[in-house]
């Protein structure tokens, strides 16, 4: 009884000289931090969507993954990133599928495909890489069919691109024959049933090539990325619509290894931010497309030309013999094919039985000027 009474009278004592207990707290962990290469020159709307992912990772993990954005070149050429994140030279990466063909030709098939594919819009793919089971098959595609330590997010809805840049008018098919045209992807093969002869080049580097002559025309994203380019000061002709590639996404590139690594609530975070991203980058680029078109006309004299119905189609059928080639020695690629056309067979059937064509009620409201 006494040693109790001796001992809080002790701890009354020390209270009362200022003296606290605290149970000590366990050190809080070290935040995580990545560097992450995109493929475009910093500035670009693509690159900066890249940078805005990025802020949103780090906000929501509370500062417990930081992502630092580098452009094009800064650690590895733009092309190389694929293999730097494999190595893991570079923890992440942003880019497009279609890079890497040369690793595999079903890289193209989650990028940007001719014809939807098989007539799907942006909303169907999306709905195919989600619902359909194109996303599991883009994991596949790296960690199993290219054997590389990487984990991939789509991030970005990317525009149905125009046919293209070109310094005089493009009325017919025959009307590519012999010219040179930057493009990239299995779109080069496309073109080459057309006579084209396709060279392939960075964001970064058309517009030079189109200065010195290198190439004749060019096609890259969309109004945009082709003002940010500053295609308009090379070529005056703007062609659209495109189908070479009408729908697609950007990605995000992760490092096998540290994934693995991540706590499973990051993880959860990067898959959501990569999900939002997807949305929020589409709709903006929507937007600024629109503005930046008015731009292009109205300060730099650029003449909208539209692409001539016989090469919308002749690239479908060209983009049909080049995808059969494929499928044909390649079943990965095959794979893939089916997927998406089994998906688009249902989606593409229920659109036209319940949606009323987006050019009925367009030209009712906003009849085309003659």
């Known amino acids: 009884m006494k040693r109790g009474f001796v001992w809080m009278l002790s701890l009354a004592l020390l209270v009362g000289w200022g003296l606290t207990f605290s149970t000590p707290k366990p050190a809080e962990a070290a935040a995580i931090t990545w560097k992450m290469q995109t493929t475009w020159p910093a500035g670009m709307a693509l690159h900066t969507s890249a940078v805005g992912l990025a802020k949103r990772i780090e906000e929501m993990t509370g500062g417990r993954l930081k992502i630092e954005v580098l452009p094009a070149g800064a ?9 730097a994140v494999h190595k893991g030279t570079i923890d992440a990466a942003h880019g497009w599928s279609a890079y890497w063909i040369g690793r595999h030709p079903a ?6 495909v001719a014809g939807g594919p098989f007539a799907m819009d942006n909303v169907d793919y999306a709905g195919w890489l989600y619902y359909g089971g194109g996303l599991e098959l ?6 199993s069919a290219m054997n590389m330590k990487v984990m991939v997010f789509p991030t970005d809805i990317i525009a149905s691109e125009p046919l293209g840049w070109f310094k005089k008018p493009i009325k017919s098919w025959a009307d590519l024959k012999g010219i040179k045209m930057r493009e990239a992807g299995l779109t080069a093969e496309i073109y080459k049933e057309a006579g084209i002869t396709v060279v392939t080049l960075p964001g970064g580097e ?13 096609a890259f994203m969309c109004p945009t990325t082709d003002r940010e380019l500053g295609l308009m ?15 697609g996404t950007l990605e995000l590139l992760i490092n096998k290894d540290a994934w693995d690594k991540l706590p499973s ?4 975070i990067i898959d959501v931010a990569s999900r939002e991203n997807l949305f929020r980058a589409w709709i903006e680029l929507v937007d600024k497309n629109v503005k930046d078109l008015e731009v292009l006309k109205t300060k730099h004299g650029v003449k909208v030309v539209e692409t001539p119905k016989e090469v919308i189609l002749e690239i479908l059928k060209a ?8 499928v044909a020695k390649d079943p990965f690629f095959a794979k893939v094919y089916a997927s ?10 229920y659109r036209r039985e319940f949606y009323v064509p987006y050019e009925l009620v367009a030209d009712y409201y906003w009849p085309k000027k003659k």
């Open 340 to 349: 998406q056309k089994e998906y688009a067979r249902k989606i593409v059937e």
């Open 233 to 247: 000061d090379v070529a005056k002709f703007y062609h659209a619509p495109g189908i070479h590639r009408h729908t």
């Open 206 to 218: 058309i517009l030079p090539a189109l200065e010195r002559g290198v190439i004749d025309g060019a």
């Open 138 to 143: 883009y994991r596949e595609l790296y960690l």
């Open 265 to 268: 609530d990051i993880k959860a």
């Open 75 to 83: 650690i590895v050429p733009a092309f190389e990133v694929l293999g």
């Open 107 to 112: 890289a193209n098939l989650f990028s940007s």
């Open 319 to 326: 983009w049909d013999k080049v995808a059969a080639r494929y």
